[in-house]
C-alpha cells in the first residue's frame, strides 16, 4: 500500500477516536428528553432583557399549532391557557429574558445570535456565553407541561414574563385577571430539593450631608487611608455570611483617632454588593503608625483573611471638613443599622447594607439597600436608619424597588410540593426564604390569597460565562412540576 495512503488512513483513525470521545464527552443527544429539546428550541431563540420579541413570537406560535387559547399585554407578558376538566386552577410561571455575558475576545450578538449549548458530564453548559438556564429552564418545562398527555385532563395556565433580569416589568405590570387562580408555581428556582416560599422585598436609602467645608489648620500632616483585599458578595445572597463592609471598618478606625478631619471619602461600587473597598483623606494629632496591627487582628474575620488598611501619607488639601462634623459623621455611620439584622427559621429576614459611600461638589452621599422578608419590617428598619442620619444633619428619601412576599403558613400548595418531591426524588423537599427579590413579590401583591411556591433545577454561576445546568435536576423538577399540577388539579 502507498505510504501516503497508509499515513493518512492514520489520521484518519485518529480523528475518529477523538471524535468517539467528544460524543462521549457530551453525551448521545439523539433520543433527549421534552423538556430538553424545548430548551434547545429557546437556545436558538435571541431574548436578553430589553429584547425578547422572537421569543414572544415562538411563544404565540407554539399556541398557535397546539390550539391553546393565548393572550399577550402590552408589556409583552404572554398567557397561555390550558382547559381542562379539573376545578382547581393553578399558574405556572418563568421570564422570557436571559442576563447576557460573553467570553472575552469572542464575537456574539445576543440580539442575533443562538447560544451554543453542549453537555459534558451531566451538566449543559454553553460555548463561551452565558446558557440562560436561568429562565430557560422553567420556560421549557412549562412548554412541556402546555403539550403533554400527561396532563390533558389538567386546569392549568402558563405565564411567560419579560425584563425580570433587569426592571421587573413584566411582574409589576401584569394584568391582575391572570393571577385569578388558586395557586401559582414559579419556575425560577436555583437549588434542587429546595423550594421557596418568601422572598425579600428591597428598599433604596440616601442620605446626603451638605456641611460647610473650612479651610484646613496649619502645620498639620494629612494621610490617605485605604482599606481593601475584602471578599465583598451579594448583598442578599451573601449578608449572612459576616463578610466584612469596607466603609463600616474605615469609621471604626477613623473614630478610634483624636481630633480626626475628612476631606474626602469615597467606598463601595454598587447599592447591592457589600463594599470591598474604601478611601479616606483625613489629619489626626493621634500616631498613625500605633495599633494599626492590633486594630487588624482585631478586625479581621474568617471571611475575609486579606483584609489590609493601608495608611500613607497625603497631599494637604484646600478644604476639610471640621472636627466636630467629622466625628458626627463617623459616629453616624457606625450608629445606623447595617449588616443582617434578623433571622427567621428559613433564613435572613431583615438586613441593610451600606452599599456606596460618594464625597462630591462638598457634599457626601450615603447609598443602602434594605432587605426585608415583610414589608412592614423593611419600613421600620429603613426609618431607624433614616433617624439616626436625620439626627446628624443628614437629607433622606428613600424608595421601595419591589414587594417583599412571605407564604402564609403550612399552605396545601407547600404539602403538594412536598409530597411530589417525596414521590419523585424520595426526599422531602427543603422549604427555605430567599433575601432577594423575586417576580412572586408582584404576584402575591396583587392576588393577596394565591398560593405560591418557587422551585427550578441546580444551576451555577448564573449570568456568567461559566453558567450550567444540572440535567438529572432538569428532569426531576419537571417531573415534580407534572405532578404538582396533577394532584393540585385532582383535589389537592
Keep these: 500500500m502507498n505510504k501516503k495512503i497508509i499515513i493518512f488512513l492514520g489520521i484518519l483513525c485518529c480523528i475518529a477516536v477523538l471524535c468517539a470521545g467528544c460524543v462521549s464527552d457530551a453525551e448521545n443527544t439523539d433520543d433527549i428528553s421534552e423538556e430538553l429539546a424545548y430548551f434547545y428550541e429557546i437556545c436558538k431563540l435571541p431574548h436578553p432583557s430589553g429584547n425578547t420579541a422572537a421569543m414572544q413570537n415562538y411563544l404565540i406560535s407554539f399556541a398557535e399549532q ?37 467570553e472575552d475576545g469572542y464575537v456574539f450578538d445576543f440580539n442575533k445570535d443562538s447560544v451554543e449549548p453542549y453537555i459534558k458530564d451531566g451538566w449543559i453548559h454553553a460555548a463561551h456565553t452565558s446558557l440562560g438556564a436561568d ?54 428556582g436555583e437549588a434542587a430539593q429546595t423550594a421557596t416560599i418568601s422572598s425579600a422585598g428591597a428598599i433604596t436609602f440616601s442620605a446626603v450631608f451638605t456641611p460647610e467645608e473650612k479651610t484646613v489648620p496649619e502645620n498639620r500632616k494629612w494621610y490617605r487611608l485605604t482599606i481593601s483585599g475584602l471578599l465583598s458578595g451579594h448583598s442578599g445572597d451573601d449578608i449572612d455570611k459576616g463578610r466584612l463592609n469596607a466603609i463600616m ?81 463617623l459616629n453616624a455611620v457606625l450608629a445606623a443599622p447595617n449588616g443582617l439584622l434578623e433571622k427567621d427559621e428559613y433564613g435572613p429576614a431583615v438586613s441593610s447594607n451600606l452599599g456606596v459611600l460618594t464625597n462630591e461638589n462638598g457634599a457626601i452621599e450615603i447609598t443602602c439597600l434594605i432587605r426585608a422578608a415583610v414589608a412592614e419590617k423593611g419600613k421600620e428598619t429603613t426609618e431607624k436608619i433614616a433617624d439616626v442620619y436625620r439626627r446628624a ?73 461559566n453558567e450550567r445546568m444540572n440535567l438529572e435536576t432538569f428532569a426531576e423538577v419537571k417531573a415534580v412540576t407534572f405532578e404538582i399540577v396533577k394532584d393540585f388539579c385532582n383535589g389537592a
Design 393 to 465: 444633619g443628614a437629607d433622606t428619601t428613600y424608595e421601595v424597588l419591589g414587594p417583599s412576599w412571605k407564604e402564609k403558613g403550612d399552605t396545601k400548595l407547600m404539602q403538594v410540593t412536598d409530597n411530589a418531591y417525596l414521590k419523585i426524588t424520595g426526599e422531602h423537599v427543603r422549604f427555605v426564604s430567599i433575601h432577594a427579590g423575586l417576580e412572586c413579590g408582584h404576584f402575591a401583591e396583587k392576588n393577596p390569597d394565591l398560593m405560591i411556591v418557587s422551585i427550578g433545577p441546580t444551576t451555577e454561576n448564573n449570568h456568567t460565562i
Design 135 to 188: 429562565d430557560g429552564s422553567g420556560e421549557a418545562i412549562m412548554l412541556a407541561a402546555l403539550s403533554s398527555p400527561d396532563l390533558k385532563d389538567c386546569t392549568f395556565s402558563c405565564i411567560f414574563t419579560v425584563d425580570e433580569e433587569t426592571t421587573m416589568l413584566g411582574a409589576s405590570s401584569i394584568n391582575p385577571a391572570w393571577l385569578n387562580a388558586d395557586a401559582l408555581v414559579n419556575i425560577d
Design 66 to 102: 397546539h390550539n391553546l387559547p393565548y393572550e399577550k399585554d402590552e408589556a409583552g407578558n404572554i398567557l397561555i391557557q390550558h382547559p381542562g376538566t379539573s376545578e382547581k386552577t393553578i399558574i405556572l410561571q418563568g421570564h422570557q429574558d436571559m442576563v447576557p455575558a460573553v
Design 249 to 329: 471598618l474605615a469609621a471604626d478606625y477613623l473614630s478610634g483617632l483624636e481630633d480626626v478631619q475628612i476631606s474626602a471619602i469615597t467606598g463601595g461600587t454598587a447599592k447591592n454588593a457589600i463594599p470591598a473597598g474604601c478611601d479616606v483623606v483625613f489629619t489626626t494629632t493621634s500616631d498613625t503608625a500605633a495599633g494599626i496591627e492590633d486594630w487588624l487582628a482585631a478586625h479581621r474575620a474568617e471571611t475575609d483573611p486579606g483584609l489590609t488598611l493601608t495608611i500613607e501619607e497625603a497631599k494637604s488639601p484646600e478644604k476639610a471638613y471640621t472636627a466636630e462634623f467629622t466625628k458626627t459623621f
